[in-house]
C-alpha cells in the first residue's frame, strides 16, 4: 500500500473492514456473500444468478436446492461423481439432487442403487445402440430397461462403483443421460411414426433432434426452477400428448389469411401439467417449423427468470403464467425472442386429424408404399436385455434398423416389407413379446411404482399386471380404454388423463395399513379429441379390492352405453359421477370364463 497516501489509505481499509463486515453479515443471514453478488451479471450463469438474486431482493429464501446450485453448478461437479464411484459411495443429502444433473438417481430406499435415465429425441433409437445398452446393462445394471411415458429408456440396479461405467458406456453409443433429472428439460418426445405415417403433416424428427442439441449446448437451458417439458405433434397417427408438457407445438395447415401464408405451421401451447390438473393452454401464436427451437429457448429463458426459487411446490411454468397473466409472459418471451411472436389472426386452420388412441399396437400401414410397422406390447413398458438384443436383431433384419419408443412404454418396428410382417411378428413372438393384446392391455401404463422409487405408495406395475389379467378374463372389452396407474403426486403415469386413472396411497385397515389407490374416470388428451381432466370416482380403495371395482364400472359401461360405439371416456362424461356409482354397486359381477 506504499503507492497510496494515507487518506486513500483510510477509505481502502474502510472498503476492505466493510467487505468483511458483510461477509459476516451474509454468513448469519443465509444471504449470499457480496462477492458472489458481484459476479452474478457476467458468466455462464449470470441469467439463474440474476433471478435468485431477484428472488433474495423481493424478501424471499432460497431453497436448499437453488443454494446448491448456487455453491457450484451441478454440470461442474463431475469430480465427485468420480469420486464417489471411485470410493463405491452413494451421494448422500443434497448431494443426491445434484447428482441427477448427470442422469444418474440414487433411488433408495427402494433399491439401493442408481438408475440411469437417458435422453433419446423423438425416441428414436438405432439397433446397435440398443444392442449396446442391453449389454451395459448388463454388465453394470440389473440386466433389464424400462421405457419411460416420455419416450425414453431407464436402466436400473447400478451399484456405487458402476456409475461412471455406467456413463462412459452411454456415451460411447452417441447418447447422453446429461440433464435428465432434476431441475431440467426432460426429453424431447416427437411424433412416434414420424417420417412414415400417411396422415401426418410433418416429420418431427428434425426439430427434436434440433431442440435436444440446442439444449445441450446453451449452459443456460440448465439450472431452472424446476423441471420442463416439450414436445412436438407432427399430426400423425400415434397421440405425443403435446397437451401436458409446459410447451407444445402442434402442427396445423394454414389454408388461407390475410398475413400469413399457406402451409404448415405449429401452434404454440404453453403450461400443460396434468398433475396439477391443467393442460397446455393455446397461446394464439402461429409458428414456421424453423422458428420453434429459438421461441422454445426464449421461453425457457422467461421462465428462468420469473419461475419461483423459493417454493418447489410452485416453481413449475403453470404457477408463473398463473401469477404473471398469460399475455404478460408472452411479452417477455417477445423480450427474450428479440422480436413479436406471429399470431394467428384471421388465418384458416384445417380440422386436425384425429389420433388414433391405441395406434401404437398392431400392425399399420406406411406411406411408404410396401412398407409397414409394427407396434409391440411391452408388459408395463420393461425389457430384458435379451429381448433388446434380440429387437434390435429383428429390427436390422426386416426393418431399417431404428426403434421407436413412444409415451404409452411400448416400442415401434418401422420400414418392415409387406412379404416379411409373418416372420417380423414370429421372430417378436419368440422374444416373449408380441404385436397385438387385449383393448385393457394396449392402454395400460404404469410408473415405476415402489419397487424402483422412493415416492411412490403402492407396486404399480406389478398392479397394472394383475389388473389386466383379472379384467381380460372377465371383461370382453371391445372399444380402447386406457388405464394409467401412477405411484404418487408427481405423476408420472398421468393419472389424470387416463379412462380410468388410478393413484396410490396408503389404505388404513386397523392398525395396518394397505397398498391402495383413488380412482378417477372419464380422463383423456386433445390429440384423441377427448380432452378432459379425469374426475374423483373413489378414494382409499386397497388393491384387493381394486380389481372387482373396475370391472363393474367397465361392465356399467358395456351395458348402459347409448351405441356401440360410445366411448368409456363419452359415457363417463355423459353420467354424473354419484349415477356412475349408483349404477355400479348393482352392477353383477361377471362370472369368470371357462
Request: neutral net charge.
Amino acid at each position: 500500500m506504499s503507492d497510496f497516501d494515507d487518506q486513500q489509505k483510510q477509505w481502502l481499509k474502510g472498503f476492505v473492514s466493510g467487505l468483511e463486515a458483510a461477509k459476516t453479515a451474509d454468513r448469519l443471514t443465509g444471504r449470499p456473500a457480496v462477492s458472489q453478488l458481484a459476479s452474478r451479471q457476467t458468466g455462464p450463469d449470470a441469467l439463474q444468478h440474476t433471478a435468485q438474486d431477484r428472488a433474495v431482493a423481493a424478501g424471499g429464501k432460497l431453497v436448499p436446492e437453488e443454494t446448491a446450485k448456487r455453491q457450484r453448478h451441478p454440470l461442474d461437479r463431475w469430480d465427485e461423481v468420480l469420486g464417489r464411484a471411485e470410493a463405491g459411495q452413494f451421494p448422500k443429502g443434497i448431494e443426491v439432487f445434484l447428482t441427477k444433473y448427470q442422469g444418474l438417481f440414487y433411488v433408495a430406499p427402494a433399491q439401493d442403487s442408481f438408475m440411469i435415465r437417458l435422453r433419446i429425441p423423438n425416441g428414436i433409437l438405432n439397433a446397435w445402440q440398443m444392442r449396446g445398452l442391453a449389454d451395459a446393462a448388463d454388465s453394470f445394471g440389473g440386466g433389464y430397461a424400462d421405457v419411460t411415458t416420455r419416450a425414453n429408456l431407464q436402466i436400473r440396479e447400478i451399484p456405487a462403483n458402476h456409475a461412471v461405467d455406467m456413463l462412459y458406456a452411454v456415451q460411447a453409443l452417441g447418447l447422453t443421460s446429461r440433464g435428465s433429472g432434476a431441475d431440467n428439460i426432460r426429453n424431447i418426445t416427437g411424433s412416434p411414426t414420424a417420417g412414415i405415417d400417411p396422415q401426418e403433416l410433418i416429420d418431427t424428427r428434425p426439430l427434436c433432434l434440433a431442440m435436444h442439441h440446442y439444449i445441450l449446448n446453451h449452459r443456460e437451458m440448465y439450472d431452472l426452477p424446476r423441471k420442463f417439458n416439450i414436445a412436438f405433434d407432427g399430426g400423425g397417427k400415434v397421440p405425443v400428448l403435446e397437451d401436458t408438457n409446459d410447451i407444445g407445438f402442434v402442427a396445423c395447415e394454414v389454408t388461407s389469411g390475410s398475413d400469413v401464408e399457406p402451409g404448415i405451421y405449429f401452434r404454440l401451447q404453453l403450461g400443460g401439467i396434468t398433475g396439477h390438473q391443467d393442460f397446455a393452454f393455446e397461446t394464439g401464436v402461429l409458428l414456421k417449423p424453423d422458428e420453434c427451437v429459438r421461441v422454445a429457448g426464449a421461453i425457457v429463458r422467461a421462465f428462468i427468470r420469473h419461475g419461483d426459487r423459493t417454493n418447489r411446490q410452485k416453481a413449475r411454468l403453470k404457477y408463473v403464467l398463473d401469477r404473471m397473466g398469460r399475455e404478460p409472459f408472452l411479452a417477455e418471451v417477445e423480450k427474450e425472442h428479440g422480436q413479436p411472436l406471429p399470431r394467428v389472426g384471421d388465418a384458416k386452420i384445417a380440422p386436425r386429424s384425429t389420433a388414433d388412441k391405441h395406434g401404437h399396437i398392431g400392425v399399420h400401414r406406411q406411406k411408404q408404399p410396401g412398407r409397414l410397422y409394427l407396434g409391440l406390447v411391452l408388459p408395463v413398458g420393461r425389457l430384458t436385455s435379451m429381448q433388446m438384443r434380440g429387437l434390435a436383431e429383428i429390427a436390422e433384419r426386416f426393418g431399417s434398423g431404428t426403434l421407436r419408443l413412444t409415451v404409452w412404454q411400448n416400442l415401434l418396428i418401422s420400414d418392415v416389407a409387406d412379404r416379411d410382417v409373418g416372420l417380423c411378428i414370429a421372430a417378436i413372438n419368440a422374444l416373449g413379446l408380441g404385436i397385438e393384446a387385449s383393448a385393457i392391455r394396449r392402454g395400460l401404463v404404469a410408473c415405476t411404482g415402489n419397487a424402483g422409487c422412493k415416492f411412490a405408495a403402492a407396486n404399480t406395475k406389478g398392479h397394472a399386471l394383475r389388473l389386466a389379467d383379472h379384467l381380460e378374463r372377465r371383461v370382453a372389452v371391445d372399444l380402447p380404454v386406457n388405464i394409467h396407474l401412477t405411484g404418487c403426486h408427481h405423476s408420472c403415469a398421468q393419472h389424470y388423463i387416463g379412462d380410468i386413472g388410478l393413484l396410490a396411497c396408503k389404505v388404513e385397515q386397523g392398525e395396518e395399513s394397505a397398498e391402495g389407490y383413488h380412482v378417477f374416470i372419464g380422463g383423456g388428451a386433445a390429440s384423441t379429441k377427448e380432452q378432459a381432466m379425469a374426475r374423483e370416482y373413489a378414494t382409499s380403495v386397497a388393491f384387493a379390492d381394486l380389481p372387482p371395482l373396475i370391472e363393474r364400472l367397465l361392465t356399467v359401461w358395456l351395458t348402459h352405453r347409448q351405441m356401440p360405439r360410445e366411448t368409456f371416456f363419452e359415457f363417463c362424461r355423459r353420467h354424473e359421477i354419484a349415477e356412475l356409482r349408483h349404477l355400479a354397486e348393482r352392477a353383477p359381477l361377471m362370472a369368470l370364463a371357462s
